[in-house]
């Protein structure tokens, strides 16, 4: 099963999508500085926050 990515915005802003395991993602984030913001707008209501990030991390590792 390959993910399906998703992501829009620049340096400073914007959303991303993703698939992965079976689970949709989808959030937004903000750059301001050294600080990032991350907002998740949609995730399966069992999925724990740890296993969030993590997914998220993994998402920004394939991205570079």
């Known amino acids: ?17 993703f698939s992965a395991r079976g689970f949709d993602l989808a959030g937004g984030y903000s750059i301001s500085g050294d600080l990032i913001e991350v907002s998740v707008f949609k995730k399966p209501w069992l ?18």
């Open 1 to 17: 099963h390959r993910a399906k990515n998703s992501d829009d915005g620049d340096a400073s802003a914007g959303q991303f999508s």
């Open 47 to 64: 999925l724990s926050c740890k296993k969030i990030e993590a997914e998220i991390r993994k998402y920004l590792d394939r991205a570079k």
